[in-house]
């Protein structure tokens, strides 16, 4: 069982940066591929940044490739998204995921955090 808890998120001008954490507590964090997933009102939960649990492979999203990186701090049990240049399409609810492997879809991720709102004004 991994518990994951995301923090970070707020209410942001559009241009602006946010950085999300995700605290995965437990000595196992370290084998988990970590990813980041948002929800929008109304539409799907899409795949946004995962990272290989060594770190060493990173995949983005196209929508937010160049402006969004993910991060992370094993001693910490910690991952990181950071985002900027934020733009209103950015709002959405942000999910934290872990896998065994690594994945760019809901199905391949079976440990979710409760998801942290980033709201992005114009």
């Known amino acids: 069982q991994v518990q994951l808890v995301e923090s970070g998120g707020g209410l942001v001008q559009a241009g602006g940066s946010l950085r999300l954490s995700c605290a995965a507590p437990?000595?196992?964090?370290?084998?988990?591929?970590m990813a980041w997933f948002r929800q929008a009102p109304g539409k799907e939960r899409e795949f946004v940044a995962v990272?290989?649990?060594?770190?060493?492979?990173?995949i983005y999203a196209d929508s937010v490739k160049g402006r969004f990186t993910i991060s992370r701090d094993d001693p910490k049990n910690t991952v990181y998204l950071q985002m900027n240049r934020l733009k209103p399409e950015d709002t959405a609810v942000y999910y934290c995921?872990?896998?065994?492997?690594?994945?760019?879809?809901?199905?391949?991720?079976?440990?979710w955090g409760q998801g942290t709102q980033v709201t992005v004004s114009s």
């Open positions: 437990g000595r196992t964090f370290s084998r988990y591929a």
């Open positions: 995921a872990a896998s065994l492997v690594v994945s760019t879809t809901t199905q391949g991720f079976g440990f």
């Open positions: 990272i290989s649990w060594s770190g060493a492979s990173t």
